[in-house]
């Protein structure tokens, strides 16, 4: 969108400063005036605390750039005072006066009516200039170095960076040439339809890929300047992409961070293994095509792809596959051509996938056996449409669901078993299967009116399960509880939820409350009960204490576990949990409290239907962060007796919610190798990406004065937080973003016309965009000093925790076992960045390497959080398997 300035007639000068001593001598001598007074164009105004804005001009055109402040307040002030006020610019009092910088804004009409151009300055930098035309249109705009409009052919000799959007839909380019400039982004220049020639001086360092995007008339080149970036071409420039390479693999890279691998150099396979990773980024896609030229009689891929292209693995002599199921096909599918589908006999889906794709094998006529694995819940939309060849099929006991048209025309499968959890059967799940002749499937299940469509007339579909009885009474209750040393984790979490541990961030001091030093104390009495004879609390209430490595596992490596105390700021006292067995996957209201925890709201619910569910009654929250990942730990620490182990750390820390969970953490007293911190969400989840995280409070100060004579002189510091905030992205809040997306949170603001703050949360993944995010609101604060004033609006940083990918990266058997873990406990692995951080993140930088797991709980720090017992059981099932894993050497 074109810009537009309009300007005022002849040239001047406008210098800000602040100088109390000066501000207040210059009153006193009626040289300056005060900030309301109206009428008066050219004068030095002046507050009593010290803001000034003193503004010259003139008729002709002179040069500015070395006139200062003491220049221009000589040619405002009258003869017989301009000694004295030579005397008063060289006391003590003003020299040392100056607070903040010193701005200067120079203005000039350009000769000829060809239109005005505009300077600022920071002290002596020249920090921003403004070139218009006659009739007030942006031609060019230069800010810090950033070249961010251009609209002729003249680039300003400032600029050393040109954005991206500088130059969009400018028909008056013909040529442009590339001097003092060090760097273009890409699609600096956009749609340039008149563009032809690009002439490279010898400052460019880097011009980026598609800086010239959609420049079609862009022909030539001209790097004579600057050999060193001979190769450039005009496709390049344009935006086509180079051939990237990592080995034998060819690929691009996507938008997300990932590749979408292209091809490779080899033209057989024995069996083609796609990577996990390439060039140190995850394989995410398959292209269309990539592999359609290869020879290859086996391919495996691994779960980080989620996209398979038309024909990525179409090989004519292509037998077997093995693939994660959730990895989502294209139009046609991964195994066809033009010519049709490859003749694969034999289809694997690894252990831990959870569903297959829709259309994901369609059309796989040859395809004779299929292996589903334990953790399979759903098989999608026409997964198996078409394998005509497929005769028989087992289902695992954990399905749940079975997509519209699944099997149609599956025409060899003569008789099929369904699991007895089978909840449903889509439309024409089996339709047109013209050799089936027996299905036997659970009466509960709900199948579909024309599930079974164009089958043969005598299909007998045989229903098992007695009939539903609704005057069953229900199971009464165990009265008896369990001994100590088996105490159900479920019964852990009760009783923990009990003792309020709420962390305050406005107290000093570690634990910042009391109610955690009863719980450590309850924690490290209950490990000794255990037989963790060193457990014990420290004096900062970190709870510390080890299992002893069992006979013959004494040089495994130390693993540790930890959990928080504390919980987050949403009540937390007389908690009231509601445990809900058999849950029935509808809504469940919180108590008396009003609320109702909606599966509308919360669509996940659904999935735990038939579970025993843990909320709040809606008053308080649960607690479960991160009362569940003690729970589990502690459950099983009781359940380790007469197992073998290494050596095991536990430790339970004070204060994690407001960022202080590893200020003191005694790493030689915990004494681990390697460690997971267990204080994730769902069951499952594994984590070792988390946000770069910094805290930005932002001071305004406004300039009050009456209002009716507020006319260019108020400052209202409440409007300028309000614009502060408006220029941020829109779309780059926690509302807004999500996975790997940063994003800028205002967590509290406040004020009115004198001074107002904001306090913003930012975040991001990577530290190239976290430096971005706090540059772009440091930047914001100097345009918005630019306008009002120097000092106008101070700016703090403070950075909280870093990214442990890092960290963890080089200990990925970390992430790898963590994986298998969860397999084995017949979860699906989630490997998934933090929206957060945890204490692991500081750990990890600390020198203990440590991942975070999911707990099993949702909607933490607030009266929905809700968990369920089966999660949890499952997440102390996983943590059995970490301690059997690492009693084996790394």
Same mark, same amino acid.
């Given at each position: 969108?074109?810009?537009?300035?309009?300007?005022?007639?002849?040239?001047?000068?406008?210098?800000?400063?602040?100088?109390?001593?000066?501000?207040?001598?210059?009153?006193?001598?009626?040289?300056?005036?005060?900030?309301?007074?109206?009428?008066?164009?050219?004068?030095?105004?002046?507050?009593? =605390?010290?803001?000034?804005?003193?503004?010259?001009?003139?008729?002709?055109?002179?040069?500015?750039? &070395?006139?200062?402040?003491?220049?221009? =307040?000589?040619?405002?002030?009258?003869?017989?005072?301009?000694?004295?006020?030579?005397?008063?610019?060289?006391?003590?009092?003003?020299?040392?006066?100056?607070? !903040?910088?010193?701005?200067?804004?120079?203005?000039?009409?350009?000769?000829?009516?060809?239109?005005?151009?505009?300077?600022?300055?920071?002290? $002596?930098?020249?920090?921003?200039?403004?070139?218009?035309?006659?009739?007030?249109?942006?031609?060019?705009?230069?800010?810090?170095?950033?070249?961010?409009?251009?609209?002729?052919?003249?680039?300003?000799?400032?600029?050393?960076?040109?954005?991206?959007?500088?130059? #969009?839909?400018?028909?008056?380019?013909?040529?442009?040439?590339?001097?003092?400039? @060090?760097?273009?982004?890409?699609?600096?220049? $956009?749609?340039?339809?008149?563009?032809?020639?690009?002439?490279?001086?010898?400052?460019?360092?880097?011009?980026?890929?598609?800086?010239?995007?959609?420049?079609?008339?862009?022909?030539?080149?001209?790097?004579?300047? %600057?050999?060193?970036?001979?190769?450039?071409?005009?496709?390049?420039?344009?935006?086509?992409?180079?051939?990237?390479?990592?080995?034998?693999?060819?690929?691009?890279?996507?938008?997300?961070?990932?590749?979408?691998?292209?091809?490779?150099?080899?033209?057989?396979?024995?069996?083609?293994?796609?990577?996990? *990773?390439?060039?140190?980024?995850?394989?995410?896609?398959?292209?269309?095509?990539?592999?359609?030229?290869?020879?290859?009689?086996?391919?495996?891929?691994?779960?980080?792809?989620?996209?398979?292209?038309?024909?990525?693995?179409?090989?004519?002599?292509?037998?077997?596959?093995?693939?994660?199921?959730?990895?989502?096909?294209?139009?046609?599918?991964?195994?066809?051509?033009?010519?049709?589908?490859?003749?694969?006999?034999?289809?694997?889906?690894?252990?831990?996938?959870?569903?297959?794709?829709?259309?994901?094998?369609?059309?796989?006529?040859?395809?004779?056996?299929?292996?589903?694995?334990?953790?399979?819940?759903?098989?999608?939309?026409?997964?198996?449409?078409?394998?005509?060849?497929?005769?028989?099929?087992?289902?695992?006991?954990?399905?749940?669901?079975?997509?519209?048209?699944?099997?149609?025309?599956?025409?060899? =499968?003569?008789?099929? *078993?369904?699991?007895? +959890?089978?909840?449903?059967?889509?439309? @024409?799940?089996?339709?047109?299967?013209?050799?089936?002749?027996?299905?036997?499937?659970?009466?509960?299940?709900?199948?579909?009116?024309?599930?079974?469509?164009?089958?043969?007339?005598?299909?007998?579909?045989?229903?098992?399960?007695?009939?539903?009885?609704?005057?069953?009474?229900?199971?009464?209750?165990?009265?008896?509880?369990?001994?100590?040393?088996?105490?159900?984790?479920?019964?852990?979490?009760?009783?923990?939820?009990?003792?309020?541990?709420?962390?305050?961030?406005?107290?000093? !001091?570690?634990?910042?409350?009391?109610?955690?030093?009863?719980?450590?104390?309850?924690?490290?009495?209950?490990?000794?009960?255990?037989?963790?004879?060193?457990?014990?609390?420290?004096?900062?209430?970190?709870?510390?204490?080890?299992?002893?490595?069992?006979?013959? =596992?004494?040089?495994?490596? *130390?693993?540790?576990?930890?959990?928080?105390?504390?919980?987050?700021?949403?009540? +937390?006292?007389? /908690?009231?949990?509601?445990?809900?067995?058999?849950?029935?996957?509808?809504?469940?209201?919180?108590?008396?409290?009003?609320? *109702?925890?909606?599966?509308?709201?919360?669509?996940?619910?659904?999935?735990?239907?038939?579970?025993?569910?843990?909320?709040?009654?809606?008053?308080?929250?649960?607690?479960?962060?991160?009362?569940?990942?003690?729970?589990?730990?502690?459950?099983?620490?009781?359940?380790? %007796?007469?197992?073998?182990?290494?050596?095991?750390?536990?430790?339970?820390?004070?204060?994690?919610?407001?960022?202080?969970?590893?200020?003191?953490?005694?790493?030689?007293?915990?004494?681990?190798?390697?460690?997971?911190?267990?204080?994730? &969400?769902?069951?499952?989840?594994?984590?070792?990406?988390?946000?770069?995280?910094?805290?930005?409070?932002? /001071?305004?100060?406004?300039?009050?004065?009456?209002? +009716?004579?507020?006319?260019?002189?108020?400052?209202?510091?409440?409007?300028?937080?309000?614009?502060?905030?408006?220029?941020?992205?829109?779309?780059?809040?926690?509302?807004?973003?999500?996975?790997?997306?940063?994003?800028?949170?205002?967590?509290?603001?406040?004020?009115?016309?004198?001074?107002?703050?904001?306090?913003?949360?930012?975040?991001?993944?990577?530290?190239?965009?976290?430096?971005?995010?706090?540059?772009?609101?440091?930047?914001?604060?100097?345009?918005?000093?630019?306008?009002?004033?120097?000092?106008? #609006?101070?700016?703090?940083?403070?950075?909280?925790?870093?990214?442990?990918?890092?960290?963890? $990266?080089?200990?990925?058997?970390?992430?790898?076992?963590?994986?298998?873990?969860?397999?084995?406990?017949?979860?699906?692995?989630?490997?998934?960045?933090?929206?957060?951080?945890?204490?692991?993140?500081?750990?990890?930088?600390?020198?203990?390497?440590?991942?975070?797991?999911?707990?099993? !709980?949702?909607?933490?720090?607030?009266?929905? @959080?809700?968990?369920?017992?089966?999660?949890?059981?499952?997440?102390?099932?996983?943590?059995? %398997?970490?301690?059997?894993?690492?009693?084996?050497?790394?």
């Amino acid at each position: 969108m074109k810009q537009r300035r309009y300007n005022l007639p002849g040239h001047y000068i406008t210098i800000r400063l602040n100088n109390q001593p000066l501000a207040q001598w210059l009153l006193e001598q009626e040289i300056a005036i005060p900030p309301d007074t109206t009428g008066v164009r050219y004068a030095c105004r002046a507050s009593e =605390l010290g803001a000034m804005e003193i503004r010259v001009g003139w008729e002709e055109m002179r040069e500015l750039e &070395g006139f200062q402040t003491a220049e221009a =307040l000589f040619q405002l002030a009258p003869e017989d005072k301009r000694t004295d006020l030579a005397a008063a610019l060289q006391s003590e009092a003003v020299r040392q006066g100056y607070r !903040g910088m010193v701005t200067r804004e120079i203005y000039v009409e350009l000769p000829h009516g060809t239109g005005f151009a505009t300077s600022w300055y920071e002290d $002596q930098e020249l920090v921003k200039y403004e070139r218009c035309d006659d009739g007030g249109e942006i031609l060019a705009l230069v800010d810090r170095g950033h070249l961010e409009e251009l609209r002729w052919e003249r680039i300003p000799p400032i600029a050393q960076v040109i954005d991206a959007g500088a130059a #969009v839909n400018c028909d008056a380019l013909r040529e442009i040439r590339l001097d003092g400039v @060090e760097r273009v982004e890409k699609g600096a220049f $956009q749609r340039c339809s008149n563009l032809e020639r690009v002439v490279v001086g010898s400052s460019v360092e880097e011009i980026r890929q598609g800086a010239f995007d959609r420049c079609d008339n862009l022909r030539e080149v001209d790097t004579g300047a %600057n050999p060193s970036l001979s190769w450039l071409t005009a496709d390049y420039l344009r935006g086509a992409a180079p051939a990237a390479q990592d080995g034998d693999w060819t690929y691009e890279i996507l938008d997300g961070g990932g590749v979408a691998l292209t091809g490779s150099r080899r033209d057989e396979y024995t069996t083609l293994a796609i990577p996990e *990773t390439v060039a140190g980024r995850p394989v995410t896609e398959l292209a269309e095509d990539a592999f359609i030229d290869k020879l290859f009689q086996k391919a495996t891929l691994p779960r980080t792809v989620e996209r398979l292209g038309d024909g990525c693995l179409y090989s004519p002599v292509l037998r077997q596959v093995e693939l994660y199921g959730e990895a989502e096909p294209d139009v046609t599918g991964p195994f066809a051509c033009e010519v049709g589908c490859c003749l694969v006999k034999k289809a694997v889906l690894l252990p831990g996938t959870r569903r297959v794709a829709d259309c994901l094998f369609e059309d796989l006529f040859g395809l004779q056996e299929v292996t589903l694995p334990d953790t399979l819940e759903a098989i999608g939309d026409s997964a198996f449409c078409g394998c005509g060849s497929l005769k028989e099929i087992r289902f695992p006991e954990g399905l749940k669901t079975i997509g519209d048209s699944a099997f149609w025309d599956c025409d060899a =499968l003569e008789e099929v *078993t369904l699991p007895a +959890g089978l909840e449903s059967i889509g439309s @024409e799940a089996f339709g047109d299967c013209g050799e089936l002749r027996r299905v036997l499937l659970p009466r509960s299940c709900e199948v579909a009116e024309d599930a079974f469509d164009d089958c043969a007339p005598d299909l007998e579909l045989v229903y098992l399960g007695e009939e539903p009885d609704a005057e069953a009474p229900e199971e009464a209750p165990q009265a008896d509880p369990e001994p100590a040393a088996q105490e159900s984790v479920l019964d852990r979490l009760l009783r923990y939820t009990a003792v309020c541990t709420t962390s305050r961030e406005d107290q000093e !001091g570690c634990p910042s409350t009391a109610g955690q030093w009863e719980l450590a104390r309850l924690l490290a009495e209950e490990l000794r009960a255990l037989g963790v004879a060193d457990a014990r609390v420290d004096e900062h209430c970190y709870v510390y204490g080890h299992l002893p490595a069992t006979a013959g =596992l004494e040089s495994a490596p *130390t693993l540790g576990l930890i959990a928080h105390l504390d919980t987050a700021a949403f009540r +937390g006292e007389n /908690v009231r949990p509601q445990v809900i067995e058999g849950y029935d996957g509808g809504d469940i209201p919180l108590g008396a409290s009003g609320k *109702t925890l909606r599966p509308a709201d919360f669509p996940h619910l659904t999935e735990l239907k038939g579970r025993t569910l843990v909320t709040t009654d809606g008053t308080t929250l649960l607690g479960a962060d991160d009362k569940a990942g003690i729970a589990e730990i502690m459950t099983l620490a009781a359940q380790l %007796n007469g197992k073998p182990h290494g050596k095991l750390a536990v430790a339970f820390t004070p204060d994690e919610e407001i960022g202080a969970g590893a200020d003191r953490f005694d790493l030689a007293a915990f004494g681990a190798d390697f460690a997971y911190t267990v204080d994730g &969400g769902r069951e499952g989840e594994i984590q070792y990406e988390n946000f770069n995280a910094c805290v930005a409070d932002l /001071v305004v100060h406004g300039f009050d004065v009456h209002p +009716g004579e507020g006319k260019d002189t108020m400052v209202n510091a409440a409007l300028v937080a309000m614009e502060c905030n408006a220029m941020l992205p829109a779309g780059e809040t926690p509302r807004d973003t999500e996975g790997y997306e940063g994003f800028y949170h205002l967590d509290r603001i406040s004020g009115g016309v004198e001074r107002a703050e904001l306090r913003y949360l930012i975040r991001d993944h990577s530290a190239g965009g976290f430096q971005a995010r706090k540059d772009t609101l440091s930047h914001i604060v100097k345009l918005l000093n630019e306008k009002y004033g120097a000092g106008t #609006v101070e700016l703090t940083l403070r950075d909280q925790y870093a990214n442990m990918a890092e960290v963890v $990266q080089k200990h990925f058997h970390l992430i790898d076992r963590a994986r298998a873990a969860a397999e084995q406990a017949e979860l699906l692995p989630r490997v998934l960045p933090i929206r957060g951080g945890t204490d692991g993140a500081r750990l990890s930088w600390m020198g203990l390497p440590c991942p975070n797991l999911g707990t099993g !709980g949702f909607a933490f720090h607030g009266p929905y @959080e809700h968990i369920t017992v089966q999660g949890m059981e499952q997440v102390v099932a996983m943590l059995h %398997n970490l301690v059997r894993a690492y009693a084996e050497p790394v």
